[in-house]
């Protein structure tokens, strides 16, 4: 579950100060805020709290990020000059906090995996071109159709950057790494495989040989299913709008489905959420089937209706 613990009064007790990449900057507060949901909900994994776009802001891109808004860029990526500002990632010493707050966590965490994460090269190219949270991606798909030569080179550095965040993560104790590419549903299979595939691939092939479940996620991907498990996932992450039975005959049985209960649904209350949960399982299948909110919780989630959800879904819902 996702940003599974913003809708706990602990978060925003522990969040009360400051910009949220201090928090990520801060081991001993990133690992408790890391535990909470954890604590809180019996949930099977932790994901470890930091952001996509920490490892590019800790190379002194400029990206802030803003309540309610997300990640913000002063000086948006423009031309040939801006590849300067993306030197290659050294974890240890520009993301030294993040594998501290890992090292922490596996201390702590006995019952459960960690899992680590990293954006992926669309998506965090999307707020460094367009500068912010975008709703068309226009200036990301100009570039990419206008200039595919730098695309190709911007994706490729961000890929890199990718592949050192996860490789560290790993070493630091991650036992399960997630690709996040929130905003590729915004292509079609055609941009996708030309465009976005060989930088995705370069970065889960850049940890294949860890031998940590690589779990690839988008939102809106419906029409990218097949080809984001052709990028070497080995768990695809579904949406609601992809019924997972269907997810899983458009996949095959190489890969493990991940999904689908609608975020918004948990504000329609148990009722409404119990009976989504059953169909999910259901869809699911018994095997190979990670239960989760896709895109995650929304801060107005009632802590009471994800407890009872997580109880359920253990239970085996109504298929147990
Ligand atoms: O559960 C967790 O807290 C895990 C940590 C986590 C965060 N961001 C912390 C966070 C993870 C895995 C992310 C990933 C992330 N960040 C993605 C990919 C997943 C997705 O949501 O599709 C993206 C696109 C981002 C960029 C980003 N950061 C957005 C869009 C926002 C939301 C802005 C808002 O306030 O609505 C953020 C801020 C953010 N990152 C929050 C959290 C818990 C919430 C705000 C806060 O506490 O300041």
Known sequence: MRQAGRALP???????????????????????????????YGVDAAILFSD??????????????????GPVVERPFASESDLARLRP????ADIPYVLETIRILRHELTAVPLIGFAGAPFTVASYLVEGG???????????????PDLWATLLERLADVAVATLRAQVEAGAQAVQLFDSWVGALSPADYRRHVLPASARVLEGVADLGVPRIHFGVGTGELLELMAEAGA?????????????????????VAVQGNLDPVSVLAGWEVVRVRADEIVEQGGGRGHIFNLGHG????????VLTALVDHVHSGGAVA
């Open 52 to 69: 996509i776009v920490v490892p590019v802001e800790a190379l002194g891109f400029g990206v802030d990020i803003r309540p309610g808004v």
């Open 234 to 254: 080995d768990v695809v992450g579904v949406d609601w709008r992809v019924p997972l039975d269907r997810a899983r005959a458009r996949l095959g049985d190489g």
């Open 89 to 92: 990632l050294e974890p240890e």
């Open 133 to 147: 949270p975008s709703r068309d991606h226009a200036r990301t798909k100009a570039l990419m159709w206008g200039r």
């Open 10 to 40: 602990e978060y925003r007790e522990a969040r009360r100060h400051g910009s949220i990449l201090d928090s990520i900057r801060d081991p001993a507060l990133a690992a408790e805020i890391t535990l909470q949901p954890v604590r809180r």
């Open 297 to 304: 919780v929304l801060p107005d989630s009632d802590p009471g």
